[in-house]
């Protein structure tokens, strides 16, 4: 589930894409702001909680190790809570600006799907939570699917509402929200 995302490039690079992309180089001078395919262990740009509820900018690896040194990328809304891995989740939540993201068929077809947002061209926001390392690791927040998923996967990403972007960073009653998150996508073989 979710072990790939676009962000970016060509007609996708949206307005928001470009704020984040100047945020980070401003923070980040040295660091380059990957675009395109993003995959587990890319170093990205992140939303984090900022000053006075505005959302900031991070610099993030995708995935963190397991005490059995394999790579975990996605955390289950319905566990997370309960998972010592996951222990940040109060204090440690970001978000992943995607301009779309692939999943593949549960059946032997292996067809690849595209989803992105409704409103074609804007962005999709994706919950995370994040490590304390030098350089956090996040894993993303998957949840069951919606009705326009359902029939190609079990899970899919965690869709934050823009609107609810500083809530979802900075309020501490973000764990009803988790739950109730209905956002529909569109879809598109790749």
Sequence with gaps: MCCRFRLGLEKYD???????EKKFKEKYPDAPFKKGDIFP?????TL???TK???????MKWGIKALNNKLVINAKVE???????FKYIEKNR???LATGFYEWSKDESHTQYYFQNKTEFK????GAIYDNNQIPNFVIITKEPTEDIK????????IIDERDVNNFLNDTTYKTYLLMNKVSLNRKKS
């Design 79 to 85: 566990t997370i809570q309960e998972k010592p891995m």
């Design 151 to 158: 029939d190609i996967h079990d899970r899919m990403p965690l």
């Design 94 to 96: 970001c978000i992943i």
């Design 53 to 59: 509820d505005k959302a900031d900018v991070g610099l």
């Design 14 to 20: 949206t307005p928001e894409v470009d704020k984040l």
């Design 41 to 45: 262990s890319d170093e990205i740009a």
């Design 48 to 50: 984090i909680k900022g």
């Design 123 to 126: 962005p999709i926001y994706i």
